[in-house]
């Protein structure tokens, strides 16, 4: 199974900043949707931004909405979360999956029900502590 590799995650203050980023080593992103998903403790891993193949189109949970952004450099075969103005509640394993385009299935959907719809691999994951 390719893997993907998370990195970024760091203990950082409530208003900090953070960027996240998710490559891998043995494919290339540009074939893939992307999704940012996260788990804190205790509760059920969370949607918190995807991305499609050509970055058209992006999809931010509500939590985050205003203070992440999902970017995508080809490049660098890397896809970016920049985390702005962080809160102890986003304290939490921040993973990345990918998966194939399919019409069927929008990136809102792919977000919402990642676990559901399956994605094609994950990373290990990548901790963020916002704490005081």
């Known amino acids: 199974q390719l893997q993907l590799m998370e990195s970024g995650g760091e203990l950082v203050q409530p208003g900090g900043s953070l960027r996240l980023s998710c490559t891998a080593s043995?494919?290339?992103?540009?074939?893939?949707?992307i999704g940012w998903f996260r788990q804190a403790p205790g509760k059920e891993r969370e949607g918190v931004s995807c991305i499609s193949i050509d970055a058209d189109s992006t999809y931010y949970a509500d939590s985050v909405k205003g203070r992440f952004t999902i970017s995508r450099d080809s490049a660098k075969n890397t896809v970016y979360l920049q985390m702005n103005n962080l809160k102890p509640e986003d304290t939490a394993v921040y993973s990345c999956?990918?998966?194939?385009?399919?019409?069927?299935?929008?990136?809102?959907?792919?977000?919402?029900?990642?676990?559901?719809?399956?994605?094609?691999?994950w990373g290990k994951g990548t901790l963020v502590t916002v704490s005081s």
């Open positions: 999956a990918n998966r194939p385009d399919d019409p069927t299935i929008t990136i809102q959907d792919m977000c919402l029900k990642g676990d559901y719809y399956g994605m094609d691999s």
């Open positions: 043995e494919f290339s992103l540009d074939s893939y949707n």
